[in-house]
């Protein structure tokens, strides 16, 4: 096959769709990890929370086949150890950043452990389903791109509008960011820094929980070691890279996923030879690296990120 089968009508329809089905578990991360963030809490853990997520979930389904059990685990998952998390940044002032490895390798430990001792061999299981629109999935060109993709999928670029509105338009959202930004000021308008910040760190949490489902239960239907393959600190950068804003972290999320299908197509129609097919695999990775690189010095984090708060300190 040559190069003009890559520009195919079929052909760049499917990247697209593939993009946005990549790009499902970065933003199911990359949005909690903004909340979490704009609180003022860095939680380095989002991958191990992912791995653990990601084997609850398919462990779930590969014992009882039932996927709303499995989206349930990986909740209670995420929220146990988001409480973890912010336990020891938040009433122990721990340095977050140590912390938030910690947690990482605790993840990727224990879902291997698991793995190992209660599955020993990936076994593919029944994910969930597409779940085409009706209509909209019939529209020429948008219809496979936009609406025929599963309820994760949909539930991912459905958080985008909700966590902006909330950040941005709501009392609560006003109380995140005044924390994260002063919480001096916030603690002596009667907001409780703690609390916000054990709320933010908790729902990050839980949704890296469900990004992990998506990719076990929704994307690729197996549990393998290491699945995310890093993808939580890939979502971290995100954050930075959209700027701590939602839309931002879905522009991220989405060029990350179509640069990861444009690769996945090359690799497929053998327009990538196999000597570089390995540097072709983290051209994703070193794409997004660079845009952070280029972005990151044109925005301002959260002025009290990653710093402890105590009244009176």
Known sequence: MGLSDLFSAS??????????????????????????????VL?????????????????????TGSQGLALAAALLIGMILGLFMAFVS??????QGISGIGLYLFGFGMSDLLYQKLVGTPRP????????????????VIGPILFQHNLLTYGAFLLVPVAAFILNKTTL???????????????????SVTRIRYMTVIAGSTLA??????????????????????????????????????????AGAL????????????????LIPRSVSDIAAMMPAIITILALVVTV????????????YGRGE
Do not use: C, H
């Open 173 to 191: 959202g006003l109380q995140i960011r005044a924390v994260g930004q002063n919480p001096e000021a916030a603690d002596s308008l009667g907001i």
């Open 297 to 308: 010095s044109r925005v301002r984090e959260p002025a009290a990120l990653t710093k402890p």
């Open 90 to 95: 938040v009433t122990l002032k721990a340095e």
């Open 255 to 270: 060029l990350y996923g179509l640069i990861a299908a444009l690769v996945l197509a090359g690799n497929t129609l053998g």
């Open 43 to 63: 939680n380095l853990g989002v991958d191990g929370i992912m791995l653990l997520g990601a084997f609850g979930s398919y462990y779930v389904v590969l014992t």
């Open 11 to 40: 052909v760049l329809i499917g990247i697209a769709t593939s993009g946005i089905r990549l790009a499902t578990s970065y933003l199911y991360a990359a949005i909690g990890e903004t909340f979490s963030q704009r609180s003022g």
């Open 125 to 140: 299981i029944a994910g969930f389903p597409k779940l085409p629109i009706p209509l909209l999935s019939d529209i020429p």
């Open 209 to 250: 929980g469900i990004a992990g489902a998506s990719l076990s239960i929704a994307l690729l239907n197996i549990f393998q070691q290491n699945l995310t393959n890093g993808q939580g600190f890939i979502a971290v950068a995100l954050v930075y890279f959209g700027a701590w804003r939602p839309t931002g972290v879905l």
